[in-house]
């Protein structure tokens, strides 16, 4: 009876133990799994460990506006970071992670901002942690990052993650683990790395009703054209096919509110952008 009544106690604290974490690991217990060096590697695994659903995290820092992938930053800009946590099989309750990022010497970078509505950003020993808040319906978490200063060099963020089941426990989830490292770039450098070898002109600018627009270059194929506006919201996309020598298209903007907008075409992960002024 007393054995019986002991591990009715134990199953007990495990639950809360699960259901207090749910909030985010560091919110919740001031822990740290997002196995960085200062997490001496430890994961959601350490609790997370069935196996369950086979996830997998993908971490993107992002050009604003564009969805562009970056691999170097450039000091003191501001990009969007975006976790991505999705299961390999099964169908799971919920998802959860945690991440952090350090730089060579493993001190914190910080600097995360603005966390999607699943999400929440604790800060526990001087380091930032964007982590969910509450067992998220999606995988997907997301907040503002905003590059250190120049001469800090390489960062990573680490994250960790896992999918779960929703029955108290944490025998049925499934956890993984992912880095990304950038390194640190000027702003001459990451334009010459990302720019599209496409030369464009807008006319007439300003605009009123139709923007015709003229491509030059020998990239060819299928591209995103797109329009943002000083926000970063995409307010036009299509898909066009370029061809080598020059290229033209009509764009309708009569719709679009007087002010400044970027046109962006994109195709690999490369970019090229001219601004425009609708009347």
Request: net charge negative.
């Amino acid at each position: 009876m007393k054995l019986r009544f002991l591990l009715s106690i134990f199953s007990l604290l495990l639950a809360v133990t699960f259901m207090s974490n749910s909030g985010g690991r560091a919110a919740s217990d001031g822990g740290d799994n997002t196995g960085s060096p200062n997490a001496n590697g430890a994961f959601c695994q350490s609790c997370h460990s069935s196996g369950a659903f086979a996830p997998s995290v993908t971490i993107e820092v992002l050009e604003p506006g564009t969805g562009t992938a970056i691999t170097a930053y450039i000091p003191g800009t501001a990009y969007d970071l975006k976790i991505t946590v999705a299961a390999g099989n099964g169908t799971p309750t919920g998802f959860g992670s945690q991440t952090s990022v350090l730089d060579a010497n493993n001190s914190p970078v910080n600097n995360l901002t603005t966390p999607s509505s699943n999400a929440q950003i604790t800060t526990l020993s001087a380091t930032d942690y964007l982590e969910h808040d509450g067992i998220s319906s999606t995988g997907e978490f997301t907040a503002t990052w905003t590059a250190p200063t120049a001469g800090v060099g390489s960062v990573t963020f680490y994250t960790g993650a896992n999918a779960v089941d929703g029955g108290g426990s944490t025998g049925g989830d499934g956890s993984t683990s992912g880095t990304l490292t950038l390194t640190e770039g000027t702003a001459s450098s990451q334009k010459d790395v990302n720019k599209l070898a496409i030369k464009m002109n807008a006319y007439p600018n300003p605009v009123d009703q139709v923007l015709n627009l003229e491509m030059i270059g020998t990239i060819t194929g299928k591209h995103t054209l797109n329009i943002t506006d000083r926000l970063g919201r995409v307010v036009n996309s299509d898909l066009i096919t370029i061809n080598s020598g020059e290229n033209n298209t009509t764009i309708e903007v009569g719709h679009l509110s007087t002010g400044i907008y970027q046109v962006s075409l994109m195709k690999d992960g490369k970019i090229a952008t001219l601004p425009i002024f609708k009347k």
